[in-house]
């Protein structure tokens, strides 16, 4: 059987060389290697059964300068560069200028494509242009042809020919019917190769990545003006601070020397060892540093940063009068928590007491029950009392203005953003406390960016890269059943454990009764007058549920001060008009027992009404849910619709209370007396 044959073509005959060794290292003498170049001027024909391409770039002048036979495969070889030639490239300096000289364009332009897909883009690297022989660079790159560039000033850094990779190696054998018998020694000596080169490149190049993408991360979050230079003084890189603040483009910048005559205020050699040594710039007084900048190649550079001695001023005294505008203070302490109750005096023990610590608070509690107050009285009684004190309410803006408020904002993040950015409500409670409320409604969205406020104490502005840390104690509230929306989905289980670390129930006015004419005294006695009720209006005011709390009182208060004289005694003609109806209602209190069997008996036989009563009852003692589902349960033979019935009948005599939500029904002492005398 008879040699192989095989056609090489290349653009010169010094790649000629290289790739022929490269193929009679692998080939031996199996294979006739027939060698072409396109420097050529004659046409040639090639009727080899195989024809290879040095370079898909060379396709044209192939298709001008060859002809080939109808069974020559042509293959477009895929090339690689070297272990050396990779060690060279990843020595070149941080930043520079380069350009990549082959003498084709075309294959220059897929080289440097080549190079940059190897993650080698630490500096910028542009193919060569036709006939260039002016080179405006900080080196230039080539590959085997150093000693056509002898003539040339500038630093030449020589990756070496290209070789052959190994898929083309295998696609060559593939078509010359070689890889079963050349496979084994294909894959020994490209795999040690391989391995060779990934144990010393692997990590200098991953080193340099990593070092690269913190750097360019540093640089363009950072506020301070910033400017790295490499060891001659030349630019690396800089940020849009430092091109605001010397009033130059990034193109005037990058590149150049930092010197005087290139527009800066100071020659390199006057700053290369400076450290917080304060200067005039404008109107600017700056504090300037000098860092060095180390990668695992040794150091590459200095880091110059710029820092506005003036605008740290402006902004701090900015934040001071803003705070205090906005009313970031807090006004309440717990000598402004007003009742005498066991049960208010219970909670404002308990308040007093987590008020010492630094654990988050969660502060359940009915609408106008005063939870901002207990909120302000425990920030104002904690370590924190000479901090800000912040407040923000969850059910007042839409998510995405909640989003900007709390966390703040960088220019540019949005249409409409101020100029310099805005801190964010967190930022603004720094060293003090922020008061979450109604946080039951805050979106899934904000509830994840809250969680990992609260677990790693750092935010991030919208629309910026740079963590901020934060040194705040939550304290939240809610009126909703957390743990129900929880069930729901429409809360997070993991940010509700991480707020309710410290809970506190403040209980509603209703279940403090004791209050109610203590409030309203204290209330009028505010704005200078005396309370002077009627018994049957106290008594009206004293049995009233108060729906919304100390809010409502406050307004019932206003009502009677703004309708009443001074010296008028005020009677239930006096009190708003739902006090109306409820004195209607409550006419039935007068009669006894029997006149109230005799009442509800008109409408359905009377033990309907006292099984509810006494079910009612009993699911209380026991700890229970009196609501109407629980009650239908436990009542064999009442229908839903009928036992809505009843219960409406009760209350509408005084009996039971209906509450809202999972708080059931509860039954009022009337109820209980009428139990007691049945029995």
């Not at 300068?65 to 477009?76: A, N, P």
């Not at 104002?380 to 709390?406: C, D, H, T, Y």
């Not at 009993?618 to 349960?633: T, V």
């Amino acid at each position: 059987m008879g040699k192989k044959r095989l056609a090489l073509i290349t653009m010169d005959d010094l790649t000629n060389e290289l790739l022929f060794n490269q193929l009679t290292s692998l080939f031996g003498d199996s294979v006739s290697i027939e060698r072409c170049t396109t420097e050529d001027n004659v046409c040639k024909y090639i009727d080899a059964p195989v024809a290879l391409v040095s370079s898909v770039s060379l396709k044209v002048d192939v298709e001008n300068k060859f002809r080939f036979g109808d069974k020559t495969k042509v293959i477009m070889s895929r090339r690689s560069i070297g272990k050396q030639g990779l060690k060279n490239l990843l020595e070149i300096p941080m930043g520079s200028r380069g350009i990549l000289f082959i003498g084709h364009k075309d294959v220059s332009r897929d080289t440097v494509q080549l190079i940059k897909q190897l993650g080698i883009t630490h500096f910028e690297l542009q193919p060569e242009q036709p006939a260039q022989s002016d080179f405006d660079a900080d080196l230039i790159i080539t590959a085997g042809k150093a000693n056509q560039l002898k003539d040339v000033n500038l630093p030449v850094v020589d990756i070496g020919i290209l070789r052959l990779d190994i898929t083309t190696i295998v696609e060559v054998l593939s078509a010359l019917y070689l890889l079963d018998s050349k496979a084994s020694l294909v894959s020994a000596r490209y795999e040690r190769e391989v391995i060779e080169l990934c144990q010393e490149v692997s990590h200098a190049l991953g080193q340099a990545t990593i070092f690269s993408k913190e750097l360019e991360v540093a640089i363009n979050t950072n506020r301070d003006g910033m400017v790295m230079m490499d060891e001659a003084g030349r630019i690396v890189v800089s940020n849009q601070a430092a091109e605001e603040l010397f009033k130059l483009p990034r193109e005037r910048m990058v590149g150049r020397l930092f010197t005087r005559e290139n527009g800066f205020p100071w020659n390199w050699e006057d700053l290369h060892t400076v450290d917080n040594s304060i200067l005039r710039l404008h109107d600017y007084k700056l504090v300037v540093n000098a860092s060095p900048v180390e990668t695992p190649l040794g150091k590459i550079g200095t880091m110059l940063t710029f820092r506005d001695v003036t605008e740290i001023q402006r902004l701090e005294e900015m934040v001071r009068r803003d705070l205090a505008a906005k009313g970031h203070v807090a006004r309440f302490t717990f000598q402004d928590i007003i009742g005498e109750s066991t049960e208010l005096k219970s909670v404002v023990k308990v308040a007093q007491r987590i008020a010492k610590t630094e654990a988050t608070i969660l502060i359940y509690g009915e609408s106008g029950v005063g939870k901002e107050l207990f909120a302000q009285a425990i920030h104002s009684a904690s370590l924190r009392r000479n901090g800000p004190f912040v407040a923000v309410n969850f059910s007042a803006l839409s998510e995405s203005l909640m989003e900007s408020e709390l966390f703040g904002y960088d220019e540019g993040a949005f249409t409409g953003a101020k100029k310099g950015g805005k801190p964010g409500l967190f930022e603004m409670a720094h060293g003090g406390t922020i008061f979450l409320d109604e946080i039951g409604d805050a979106s899934p969205a904000l509830q994840t960016r809250l969680l990992r406020v609260l677990q790693e104490k750092q935010v991030m502005r919208v629309g910026a890269t740079k963590i901020i840390p934060v040194d705040v104690r939550v304290i939240a509230a809610t009126n909703k059943d957390l743990p129900g929306l929880i069930k729901k989905g429409t809360f997070r289980q993991d940010l509700y454990y991480r707020l309710n670390v410290l809970p506190l129930n403040i209980p509603p006015l209703r279940e403090r009764r004791g209050d109610v004419l203590f409030l309203m005294q204290h209330f009028f006695v505010k704005r200078g007058h005396q309370l002077n009720v009627i018994p049957s209006a106290l008594q009206l005011l004293d049995r009233y549920d108060w729906p919304g709390n100390t809010r409502e009182l406050q307004n019932v208060v206003e009502y009677l001060y703004c309708t009443s004289s001074a010296d008028e005694i005020i009677g239930e003609q006096n009190l708003p008009r739902h006090f109306l109806s409820l004195s209607k209602t409550n006419t039935l209190g007068s009669k006894n027992s029997g006149d109230l069997f005799k009442q509800l008996s008109e409408n359905a036989p009377m033990e309907d009404y006292t099984l509810l009563l006494k079910t009612i009852k009993d699911s209380i003692a026991q700890g229970k849910s009196a609501g109407r589902r629980s009650l239908f349960r436990s009542i064999p033979g009442m229908t839903e619709a009928r036992l809505r019935v009843r219960l409406k009948e009760l209350q509408d005599v005084g009996l039971v209370v209906l509450m809202s939500g999972r708080r059931g029904t509860r039954i009022t002492e009337r109820g209980l007396a009428l139990l007691d005398s049945m029995s």
